[in-house]
């Protein structure tokens, strides 16, 4: 998995060798705390270690030197303070570290969904829905629970009824985007706050042949005019994170069609009673709650 938003001249590598669970959590947990455009994480399996089972690898890039102490200390947390004290930290060489940390990935599914890479696109079967994902334009892979919590919803969704209008706030690498508009056959609008985003989603529409349906633009929840011309909305995807979510709770209502629903996540179980609260004062409630990877992913109507 890789969750972050690479930097472009990353100065600062963490790297610790720990067990699965321990590489997962933590990468998800270090994350959190940090400016997305300027750190990522990729936890792997080690493929070259002797000996079975293979030891994970997690590897932290940042664009700027951390705070070793502080750094240390959130690995405690998530993964423990044996790994916390196992942790190095040391400079990043000049290398493609993003295709290298995806080399061992494995196409993810989710319901009829496929999320995957080029060397995997002989996994696709005939009903399959597949969505590629450039090495280079790699977060928000699939990889991630709450991408994939998404996704899962969605399918399901689909099975219920056909949404008419969907939005995709916080698009990343536009995988949501992109899953709807092939399900439906249709335009979804999507945007995000990150230039380098919008441009990896915009890459990645064309590269999965939906990139009439699929435009991304740069904007602050949704006050681009092209969003908020695309109102009211059947559908609304936001995976971001929970302060934002409860902010952006009058202004994503206020955009929601009569009925509609709205799939969110990138939330931690302590998240979820927040978040509840705020989109129940906007009139929402919850449909279904879904946890994967300690990730939540919930369906509000």
């Known amino acids: 998995m890789l969750e972050g938003l690479p930097p472009n001249n ?15 959590a933590a990468a998800d947990f270090v994350v959190e705390f940090f400016d997305p455009a300027e750190t990522a994480a990729a936890a792997f399996e080690d493929e070259d270690a002797p ?11 940042f664009g700027r030197p951390p705070d070793e102490d502080f750094v240390r200390g959130l690995l405690a947390q998530s993964a423990g303070p044996d790994c ?31 999320v995957h890479g080029a060397h995997d696109r002989d996994r696709l079967r005939s009903n399959d829905l597949g969505l590629e994902i450039e090495a280079a334009l790699a977060f928000g892979t699939g990889h991630h629970g709450t991408t994939r919590g998404c996704l899962l919803m969605l399918d399901a969704e689909l099975k219920r009824r056909r949404p008419r209008r969907v939005l995709d706030l ?52 949704a006050r681009h005019g092209t969003l908020r011309a695309g109102a009211p909305y059947d559908l609304i995807f936001a995976n971001i994170l929970a302060k934002p979510l409860r902010l952006l709770a009058p202004s994503i209502s206020a955009i929601a069609a009569r009925g509609g629903v709205l799939i969110l996540s990138g939330l931690l179980a302590r998240d979820v009673p927040g978040i509840l609260s705020s989109y129940a004062a906007q009139g929402f409630a919850l449909r279904r709650r879904l946890e994967l990877e300690g990730w939540c992913t919930l369906l509000l109507g």
């Not at 000996?51 to 890039?61: A, N, S």
């Not at 899953?179 to 380098?196: H, K, Y």
């Open 10 to 24: 990353a100065a600062t590598v963490l790297r610790l060798a720990c067990s699965e669970a321990e590489a997962r």
């Open 51 to 61: 000996g079975e089972p293979k030891p994970w690898m997690l590897e932290v890039f």
């Open 84 to 114: 916390a004290a196992a942790a190095s930290f040391g400079s990043v060489a000049e290398r493609d570290w993003v295709a290298r940390s995806l080399e061992g990935l494995h196409a993810v599914r989710a319901g009829r969904f496929l």
């Open 170 to 221: 916080g698009t990343g690498t536009g995988v949501l985007a992109m899953a709807a508009a092939r399900a439906l056959r249709q335009p979804v609008r999507c945007g995000d706050i990150d230039r380098i985003a919008v441009d990896a989603a915009a890459g990645n529409a064309r590269l999965n042949g939906v990139g009439p349906h699929v435009r991304p633009v740069v904007s602050v929840g």
